[in-house]
C-alpha cells in the first residue's frame, strides 16, 4: 500500500493515542555541555538578578548558545509579558508562549467548513484591510521569507508550555480559522495562539519528504495566521522586524493588495520546502510524537548516508498523522537528496549585524607583458599572502624553462599553458588583507584575444589599476592596443576609480621626464575619451619586478615622494555601487569547478543582487537545473550566508549536472528565475562604424554571437533624445555616436539578460560598442 | 551537374535536363526549381490495385513522374531536395491532379519547364551549376576553449556541420581537472571531425582560434595519430591549417576567410571572390563618402539614378531573394538584375545566401551596391517603405 493510501486510511486520534508521552523532549540534551551551561546560568543570574526562574534562563540560554548578553535581553524583554494572560495570549506569532490545546481538535475538524481555495467573500474581505505585521521569529529568516522557528525555538517553546499550564484552553476550540482571523480583537489573539499551536503541535513524526510538501501548506497557513495580527505589543517588540511576504497561500485567499504587492511574488515558498522541515503537522498535542532533536537526529542521519529510502520507511508511521490537506499535497514529486539544514538566517539582518572588514574588489588591466601578474605577484609576496620558499619554487622552475622574469607572476598565473607562453589567459583572483580593507585582485589577460576573460574580470571590480609598460616603445604601442581598450572597458562597465601603476621605470633609470609624459598623457586620455573624472585618477611609478613604491617607498626613485602602490589601494574609497540586496538572487557563473570530494560541484562569482545562504534552492539559468546550497564560501572564507556585492563561492548539490553548466549561466533563486532573451533593444556608445552585422556580445563570463538586426536611432549624447536630422532609421552608426539598436542573440532558447545589463559589442577580435540593455523581449 | 539537353526558345520558354553529380548541386536544383514550374524526374510510388474480387494489394513502381510543383524543401545537413507537387502528366499509374513528392537523386536526370519562362537568374543558375571548376570544399573547425563549430564549405554553401560545448573548469578549481576537461575538449572535437570528414581526401582543413587552441588541437590530433598509429590521419598533416581567429563562434567564420593563409589557399574559389567583394563593401560603408548603399528601397533608387552601372557599380544579392514565393517579387529582382547587368552595365553578384558573404548580406536586407558615385540623400523621404522592407532585413 502506497503511503498515501496509508495516511488518508489512517485513524488520526488513534495514531495520537500511539504517540502520547513516548518521547521527552528534553532526553538528547547533551550532558557535555553542562559544565558550559552552569557557567552561562551563573553569569546570566549575574545579569539578570533573582527574578528569573533558572529553567527560563536555561532554555534561553540553549536558545542563543550560551551568549548571556542575548539571553539576559530576551528573558527581560519577555518576562513581563509572559505573566499577563492577555499579552501571553497575544505572544503566539511569536512563538514561545504557545498555549496547549484542545486535544480533541484536530485539523480535519478544524478546516471542516472550509473549503480550500473555494473561501467565501465575507470572509476574505476582512483580512485584506489588516496590514501585515511582522512575525518576531527570533532567528529571523532569509530576506525574503516571513521569518520561522527553527528547531531550538521550537524545542523552547515546548519546554516552556510544559513548565506553564496556560488558562485557557477550552475557550475557542469551535472556532474555524478563518473566523479566527477575522476576529482578530477579541478571541482572535488566543484562538492565533491555539492555531498557531495546533499547527506546530504535531511536528515531530513527521518524515522528511513529506514535509516538505507539506510544508507548503504549513507556512501559508501560518502566514496567514500572523499576518492576521495586528496587536501593538508584537510591534512594539520587534520594531526593525522586517515585513514577510504572502505566501501564495495568502494571496489567494486574500488576493493581492496594494499593501502586500510591494515584495515581489512569493520567493520563500520554495525555501520553506527546506527550512521549515518539521513546522507542521496538526496535532494539538506537541508531545505526542517524537521530539523535534530526534527528528534532527534522523535528518541529519538520512543526510550522511544514502538510507533515505528506509529511512522513510521507518518515519512512514510517523507520517501517518498527517491530516488531510497535506495528504493531497503529499502527492506531489518527492526527491530522495536531502538539503542540509537551513539556519533559516535573516540574511540582511546578519549582514548588517556583521562587523566585516570593507570588501574591495579590483581589476588588473593593461597592455600584454606590462606585468600586470608580475606587480600583483610582488604586491603578494611583500604582503606575505605568498611565502619566501614558494616564490624560490617558482624562480627555479620558471628558470628552467628561461623565463625566470616571470616567477613574480607565476604566482597568478597558474596554468600549465599560461606559465609556458608567460601570459595571462583567464582572469585570476587573489585575496589579500590590510588592516582595513580585504582586497580581491582579478588579475586580468592583456592579450588581445582574451579582452572578453579581461571583460568577465571588470565585470567584478569596484576599481582597476591600470598597469603601463614605461619602457621605451612598450607604452607606445600599449596606447593604441589594450590600454587604450582596457581603459575604456573599464569605464563603460562602470569603474569610476583608477589607479596608473606607471611599471617598468627601472628600466629607463627611473627617468621622471618619462614619467611624467605618461602620467601628462594618460591623464588626458583618460579624462577625455575614457571618460574618467581627474580627481578619480591616481599615478604611481613603480617596478613590479623589483619592487619599488609597491608596499615600500622607492630608494632607487629619489624625485617621487607620494604613497605607493598599497597606500593608494587603502585609499581607494570603491565608488559605492547600489547593492541590490533587496532584489532576487543572480550570480553570474564566472566559474565552475570541482573544489573538493565533498563539494564536486562549485561555482563562483559575484552575487549582483538578492541574498542567499546555505540550503537555499536555486536554478541554473539557461540550464534550467534545479538543486540547493550545500554550502558558500565568502572571500574564500565558509559562511552561511552572501548577499549582493560579495565574491561568493556556491558549492551546489549534485542534483546539478556539472555538464549542464558554464560560465556566464546565472544561478538564480529557484522560484524567481531570470528569464532568458532572444532579442532585445540597446543603447550604445560606437567605438567602430555599426551596421547591421555580426557580433558577439559580452556580459560578464557571458560571451555570445549575435546580430545587430536594427539600427533604431541615433541619440543626442548629451540629452539621451533621438537625435535631430539623420536621427531616426540610421544606416550606419559612426565612431563615437550614441545610438539605440535591436540585438538578436544567435543562441537557441536566448542568453540570460536583464534590463539595465551592460554589455559589451566586439566583432573581428574589436570592440565596437558597449551599452546597456533597454529593453529586454 | 552535367547539362543533358537544353531547348531553350526565344521567349524563354523550353526545357532543360540536368544530371546532378555531387550533392552541391542539389543546392542549385533547389535555386532553380520554384513553385509553378513543371519537373519530370523518376520516381519510386506505391501503387494500390483492386483486384476483381475486392482484395486490394499495393506494390511500388520505379515510373517516371512530371509534376507541377508545389513546394520545395531542402534540407542543408543532408543535401537532399524534395519537390512536391501535383502530377501534370497522366500516366499508367497516376491520375492528373494526384499529389507527389519527388526526391531528387543523385545520378537521375530531371527536367525542368519554367513557368515563367528561363530569366537570366535561372539561366545563369544553369551555367554555375555546371561549371566544372566551382569552387573545391573546405572544412573548417572554428573553436575556443569549450566551443567549437565544425563547419564545411562548398562552392555555394557554408554549413555548420556541428557544433560542440565541453564545459571547461575555471582557473579556481584543480588544474588537473581542467586539463582533463581540455583534453576530453579537444578528443569530441577530433572524433567528430572524424567522423565528418572523408579522410582520404585531401581537403584543407582550417584549424581557426583565438590564442592557442587551435595549435594545441593539431598537437593534439598530431599525437593522437602518432600513439595510434593512424596514418591516414598522419598523412592529413599537410592539410591542417591553422589560422587565428578573434572568437570560437561561427561568425568569426569571415575573420578566418580573410586570413591572407587561407585566401592563398582558397584563392580560386567562387566564395573568396564573394568574401572579398563584400568586405570592400562594408569598408565603404566605413568610409561614408556615399557610394555604398544598402537596402531594397536605396538600391533600386541608386539603380534609377544611373549609379550602378559600368565604371565600379557592383549590384550585391542574395539568391535568397529570387526564391520568394511571391512571384512578383521575383520578377522584381530578376528585372533589377537584368537592368544592372544588359542596360546600365554593372557587375552582378548574387552570393549564395547560405554562404558566409550572404549571411552577412542577409542582415542588409539581402540587396547592396557599390555606386560608381556618390549620393547621400537616398534613404530619404521614405519611411513609410521601410516599413514594408522589414521583413526582408529580418
Known sequence: MSRHRFVKTLDLDDELEDFDGQQDSTDIYDPNQDPQMRKALAEARAFLGDDFANMDIQDSLWYYYYDVEKTGNERKRVTPKVHLPKHHLKLGSSGYYAIPCIPSLTAKGFFMDCPWLNVPMERRAEILVEPLYPRGGLLGGSSREPPKKSKLAALVAARKQKTQEAPSQSENSALT??????????????????????????????QRNEERTKST??????????????TEEVQELEPNAPVSSPSGFASTM???????????????SYNLFYTTGSDMGANSDPFSGASPDDIIAKAQGAAKGMKSKTQAKTNGQASKEVNTVSEDLSKTAITDSKPPRSKNLDVLQEYRKSAAKRSSNFVVIGHVDAGKSTLMGRLLYDLKVVDQRTIEKY???????????????????????????????????????????????????GHKDFVPNMIAGAAQADFAILVIDASTGSYESGLKGQTKEHAILVRSMGVQRLIVAVNKLDMVDW??????????????????????????????????????????????????????????LEAAEPTSQERALNGPLRLPVSQVFSSSTQFPLSVAGRITSG????????????????????????????????????????????????????????????????????????????????????????????????????????????????????????????????????????VEGGVPIEQGARIVLRADGETIATGVVEDAK | MRLIKQNIERDGS???????????????????????DLLRASALRRVTTESATGSSSSHRVHTTLTIRVRSTNFDAQASTLHVSGQVAAENDFTKVGQYHTLDLELHRNFTIEKAEGWDSVSKGIVAEACNAKRGASAWAVIMSEGIANIAMFTGERTVLKQRINVPIPGKKGDGRARDRAVERFFSTILEILLRCIDIGEALPILLASPAYTASNFLKFVMDTATRTGNKQLLAQRPNFLPVHSSTGQYHSLAEVLKDPAVV?????????????????????????????????????????????????????????LFRSLDVDVRKRWVALVDRVRDVEGGEVKVLSSEHESGKRLEGLGGIAAILTYPIFDLDEDKPEEDVQEEPAAV
Not at chain 1, 522 to 530: C, H, I, N, V
Not at chain 1, 716 to 723: F, I, L, M
Request: charged share 25%; proline share 5%; hydrophobic share 35%.
Open chain 2, 264 to 320: 592563398s589557399r582558397l584563392k580560386d574559389t567562387r566564395y573568396a571572390r564573394e568574401t572579398a567583394l563584400v568586405d570592400k563593401f562594408f569598408e565603404l560603408m566605413r568610409k561614408d563618402d556615399g557610394r555604398a548603399w544598402y537596402g531594397p528601397g536605396e538600391v533600386e533608387k541608386a539603380v534609377d539614378a544611373g549609379a550602378v552601372g559600368r565604371g565600379g557599380g557592383v549590384l550585391l544579392i542574395n539568391n535568397s
Open chain 1, 611 to 746: 541574498s542567499i545562504q546555505v540550503a537555499d534552492p536555486v536554478i541554473t539559468i539557461p540550464g534550467g537545473q534545479q538543486g540547493y546550497v550545500k554550502g558558500i564560501a565568502v572571500d574564500d572564507e565558509p559562511s552561511d550566508w552572501a548577499v549582493a556585492g560579495q565574491n561568493t563561492t556556491i558549492h551546489l548539490s549534485a542534483d546539478i549536472d556539472a555538464k549542464l553548466i558554464k560560465g556566464g549561466d546565472v544561478l538564480c533563486s529557484a522560484s524567481m528565475p531570470i528569464s532568458l532573451r532572444q532579442v532585445f533593444i540597446m543603447k550604445l556608445l560606437a567605438f567602430e562604424h555599426i551596421m547591421p552585422m555580426f557580433c558577439s556580445i559580452v556580459v560578464g563570463r557571458l560571451d555570445a554571437s549575435a546580430r545587430i538586426t536594427r539600427l533604431l536611432s541615433i541619440l543626442d549624447k548629451s540629452t539621451g533624445k533621438v537625435a535631430s536630422g539623420r536621427g531616426k532609421k540610421p544606416r550606419v552608426v559612426k565612431p563615437n555616436e550614441a545610438a539605440r539598436v535591436e540585438i538578436t542573440v544567435d
Open chain 1, 511 to 568: 627617468s621622471q621626464s618619462r614619467y611624467d609624459e605618461i602620467t601628462q598623457q594618460m591623464e588626458a586620455f583618460l579624462t577625455s575619451a575614457a571618460g574618467f573624472q581627474k580627481s578619480n585618477i591616481s599615478f604611481v611609478p613603480c617596478s613590479g619586478l623589483k619592487g619599488d613604491n609597491i608596499t615600500k617607498p622607492s630608494t632607487d626613485c629619489k624625485w617621487y615622494t607620494g604613497p605607493t602602490l598599497l597606500n593608494l
Open chain 2, 14 to 36: 523550353g526545357q532543360v535536363t540536368l544530371y546532378p553529380e555531387d550533392p552541391e548541386d542539389m543546392w542549385s536544383a533547389y535555386n532553380l526549381i520554384r513553385p509553378n
Open chain 1, 177 to 206: 480559522l478563518l473566523d479566527t482571523l477575522t476576529n482578530s480583537d477579541d478571541c482572535g489573539g488566543a484562538t492565533t495562539n491555539d492555531k498557531d499551536k495546533i499547527l506546530r503541535g504535531r511536528r515531530y513524526p513527521l
Open chain 1, 395 to 445: 624562480q627555479r622552475e620558471a628558470a628552467k624553462i628561461g623565463k625566470s622574469s616571470f616567477a613574480m607572476a607565476w604566482v597568478l598565473d597558474q596554468g600549465s599553458e599560461e606559465r609556458e607562453h608567460g601570459i595571462t589567459i583567464d582572469i585570476a583572483m587573489n585575496k589579500f588583507e590590510t588592516d582595513k580593507t580585504v582586497f580581491m585582485i582579478l588579475d586580468a589577460p
Open chain 1, 217 to 230: 501548506y504549513e507556512s501559508q497557513v501560518q502566514d496567514n495566521v500572523s499576518s492576521s495580527k495586528p
Open chain 1, 254 to 268: 486574500l488576493g493581492l493588495s496594494s499593501t502586500l504587492q510591494h515584495t515581489p511574488p512569493n520567493i520563500s
